[in-house]
Each structure stands twice: as structure tokens, then as C-alpha cells.
């Protein structure tokens, strides 16, 4: 069974900094494209950042230059390093891994934490 449990949500003022962290599964985790989502309230989830098995990543234009997203191969864990919060960073994120199936990919989910940028 595929696992996914991200930590490191929270509150904090804007212009601050969190971490997200995602642990998952060892048996996808080698193989699997992994990226963190968010949705906010009334719109729909979007993509936030990705990296391949190799380490190639990917962001929205809007998190561009602030998030970085990186994996520790060693401890199945992705993370999302979050500079520079704005209130509309505010959403609950999830963790999402890709695992490649013959025709595509298997997804699958976090439960997601709530991230709140706020004064």
C-alpha cells in the first residue's frame, strides 16, 4: 500500500518561510515523479512544484524564485521549502506521487496540511 504523509503546515505572517515535508512509501518512492498541490478555498488544485526520479524539477510561474522543491532519496521524503509567503500562497497542500504504470501513471495523495499566510 502507498503511503504519503506530509508534516510542516502552519501559520505565519507574510514574508515568512515553512517546510513541507512528505514521507513516502519506499516502494514507489524510487520510481515515482513527486510533486505538491494546492488548493485554496473555491478554486480548484494546481500544481505547485514537481521533480522527477532524476531530480528535474518544475514550478508554478507563480512560486517561481520562493518555493523550492527537492528529494532525499535516502529517507523516501520530498520536500517544499517556501520563501517569501504571500496570502494568496494560503491553501492546504498536498503531497502527490506519480508512479509510472505501462500507458501512464498511477497517482496518488496526501491527506494535506493547511498552509495560512497571515498577519
Known amino acids: 500500500q502507498v503511503q504519503l504523509v506530509e508534516s510542516g503546515g502552519g501559520l505565519v505572517q507574510p514574508g515568512g518561510s515553512l517546510r513541507l515535508s512528505c514521507a513516502a512509501s519506499r516502494s514507489i518512492f524510487s520510481i515515482a515523479a513527486m510533486g505538491w498541490y494546492r488548493q485554496a478555498p473555491g478554486k480548484q488544485r494546481e500544481l505547485v512544484a514537481g521533480i522527477s526520479p532524476g531530480a528535474r524539477t518544475n514550478y508554478a510561474d507563480s512560486v517561481k524564485g520562493r518555493f523550492t522543491i527537492s528529494r532525499d532519496n535516502a529517507k523516501n521524503t520530498v520536500y517544499l521549502r517556501m520563501n517569501s509567503l504571500k496570502p494568496e500562497d494560503t491553501a492546504v497542500y498536498y503531497c502527490?506521487?506519480?508512479?509510472?504504470?505501462?500507458?501512464?501513471?498511477?497517482?496518488?495523495w496526501g491527506q494535506g496540511t493547511q498552509v495560512t499566510v497571515s498577519s
Open positions: 502527490n506521487a506519480k508512479r509510472p504504470i505501462p500507458g501512464g501513471t498511477n497517482d496518488y
